[in-house]
């Protein structure tokens, strides 16, 4: 008389893998939905997609996710916060990719940001993520950051350059040498191949392509960063980006800022056509 054995491990093994499965997707789908931030302004066109997804067209109120990779148009321009507070302003044909946001984003050691410019240009003042934590990536580049408002431009063949703003740039060439920004209004290049030269005026294209993000800034504007996020004192004129903290629970509207003149427990602290004073309040509807 045969005995026949089958392998008793053998249908276990099958609810293994499929259990792996059933985890691997998960993980895929909580990657695709991991919040990063949230569109204040969209001018002309602008996207995001993920890996093979369908691009998603971007608003004001759009959510971004962690993996998104955004562009913009011709004559296009983005400007969102992400949720640890910082800005970030796309200008036209750029290419930009949220690699790796923190769930916290609270300012410890535990938080990681892991920003990438493609192409085109951004201006941006960092949030409260820890600095040590945060990088961005460029063709040419890996920045590092110390309290940080600059601007980045990368041409079509790879070239970038990173203009310091305020605080302090750490630029570290792909292909070796290392400059740190210390003096605001001077910028660095890096080209394929080569290390982050000596700090410098600015490409004159490049000022005119980050003029059109932020046009009513001037070259001359000094910064200073704030509890709200950045005070720009442009020769006599003051002007404030609010940048107060993202809620805690992304597009909630319950945001922790407090406005000027009153208190945010307060339900009467913003007038009924304060615009400002709400905005502050609530960043993440207006």
Known sequence: ???SMKN???RYGILSAFVLALASAALVVN???QPAGVVL???GQASAQQASDAARTLSRRSDIYVGDRITTGNESQLQMRVKDGAMIALGANAEFEVKAYSQAAKGDKKDEAVLSLVKGGLRTISGQIAKSTYSMNTPTATLGIRGTVFDVYVRDGGSSIVILRNGQVVVNGLAGGTEVLTQPG???VINAGGAPTKPATPPADVLDYLRGIL???PDSATWETTD?????DAGGDVINIINDLPPEIQGDGAAPGTPTGGSSDSGSACGPNDLQCHCQQNPYQC
Do not use: S
């Open 228 to 232: 709200n996020g950045a005070r720009i």
């Open 31 to 33: 990657a695709n939905t």
């Open 8 to 10: 008793p491990f053998h």
């Open 1 to 3: 008389m045969k005995i």
């Open 215 to 217: 046009p009513n800034i």
């Open 41 to 43: 302004l969209a001018n």
């Open 186 to 188: 001077l910028g660095t």
